[in-house]
Nanobody
Framework: QVQLVESGGGLVQPGGSLRLSCAAS????????IGWFRQAPGKGREGVSC???????????YYQDSVKGRFTISRDNAKNTVYLEMTSLQPDDTAVYYC?????????????????????WGQGTQVTVSS
């Protein structure tokens, strides 16, 4: 059974930075594309970013328009971990952040942000941006 565990959330001031981690079961990154989602109070779950599995020669990555240039997704295969580096954080970024695994192994621009595309989910980590 695949497990995904998020960490790194917390309280940060506007303009600050955080790095979220998604620790996956051993070898999971070999075949899972990993997406990051967030859900603010009273809102639906929205896709933030995605990185394809090790099966992808290009390690395709995608970002929601509102986070382009501020968030960076990356992977450390030796640690079985995917990171979401978040900079220039704003109050609108406040949400519970989830990582999710897609068994197809690939991110596609038209579907990476759809929660129903993913097969495994972590428990979430809270990010609060406030002064």
């Amino acid at each position: 059974q695949v497990q995904l565990v998020e960490s790194g959330g917390g309280l940060v001031q506007p303009g600050g930075s955080l790095r979220l981690s998604c620790a996956a079961s051993e070898y999971a990154l070999d075949y899972l594309a990993i997406g990051w989602f967030r859900q603010a109070p009273g809102k639906g779950r929205e896709g933030v970013s995605c990185i394809s599995s090790n099966r992808s020669n290009d390690h395709d990555t995608y970002y929601q328009d509102s986070v382009k240039g501020r968030f960076t997704i990356s992977r450390d295969n030796a640690k079985n971990t995917v990171y979401l580096e978040m900079t220039s954080l704003q109050p609108d970024d406040t949400a519970v952040y989830y990582c999710a695994g897609d068994l197809t192994g690939f991110c596609y621009s038209r579907t990476y942000s759809f929660p129903e595309e993913y097969d495994y989910w972590g428990q979430g980590t809270q990010v609060t941006v406030s002064s």
